[in-house]
């Protein structure tokens, strides 16, 4: 069964940072291309930074340009969102989301809560 | 960036009725397209994808269809557990965008 586990959320003020993680397991996390997915209280789906199977491709959406990064260990099945000079802006819950190559978003966690706050 | 327009916002509906959903896309997503479901307090679930294929486990009455700009989910016999937001995506070039969500609700 594939399974998405993300944490790392919480409160952290503007300015600060927080590390995301997402733990992936039930499938060849390897082969596979991972995203991020961020949702705003009451708010629609925004995506945010996608990274290709072996992290040479990252993708990142323009209003996190320069403050996230995202990364990958294919030996702990584990993804990351780096958030640097975070923003109240910023205040969402995080979903950790595969995607297989020309494929939509195919599973899902449940996210973690960022909020951003002083 | 490719801006993805969902209508209605709000679709009231009564249980075992016929529900129709429009997703519009600024320009040309050939059949890259997905709608997901979205319950309070979950994570959105892949309904469809390529425009008009059900992923893994979604029941017949969910159903997709359109190409280039203009797309619909149809959900016949709406069931209690139908009730919920509603989205679309194209995935056919960077950025991947979503719409604004339609929510159906009871009527």
């Known amino acids: 069964e594939v399974q998405l586990v993300e944490s790392g959320g919480g409160l952290v003020q503007p300015g600060g940072s927080l590390r995301l993680s997402c733990a992936a397991s039930?499938?060849?996390?390897?082969?596979?291309?991972m995203t991020w997915v961020r949702q705003a209280p009451g708010k629609g789906l925004e995506w945010v930074a996608n990274?290709?199977?072996?992290?040479?491709?990252?993708y990142f959406v323009d209003s996190v340009k320069g403050r996230f990064t995202i990364s990958r260990d294919n030996a702990k099945n584990s993804l990351y969102l780096q958030m640097d000079s975070l923003r109240v802006e910023d205040t969402a819950v995080y979903y950790c989301?595969?995607?297989?190559?020309?494929?939509?978003?195919?599973?899902w966690g449940r996210g973690t809560l960022v909020t951003v706050s002083s | 960036e490719i801006v993805m327009t969902q209508s209605p916002a709000t679709l009231s509906v009564s249980p075992g009725e016929r529900a129709t959903l429009s997703c519009r896309a600024s320009?040309?997503?050939?059949?890259?397209l997905a709608w997901y479901q979205q319950k309070p307090g979950q994570a959105p679930r892949l309904l469809i994808f390529?425009?008009?294929t059900r992923a893994t486990g979604i029941p017949a009455r969910f159903s997709g269809s359109g190409s280039g700009t203009e797309f619909t989910l149809t959900i016949s016999g709406l069931q209690s557990e139908d009730f919920a937001v509603y989205y679309c995506?194209?995935?056919?070039?960077?950025?991947?965008?979503f719409g604004g969500g339609t929510k159906v609700e009871i009527e």
């Open positions: 995506q194209q995935y056919n070039k960077w950025p991947l965008t």
């Open positions: 990274i290709k199977q072996d992290g040479s491709e990252k």
């Open positions: 390529g425009a008009s």
């Open positions: 039930g499938f060849t996390f390897s082969g596979y291309w």
């Open positions: 989301a595969r995607k297989p190559n020309g494929w939509p978003f195919d599973y």
């Open positions: 320009q040309s997503v050939s059949s890259n």
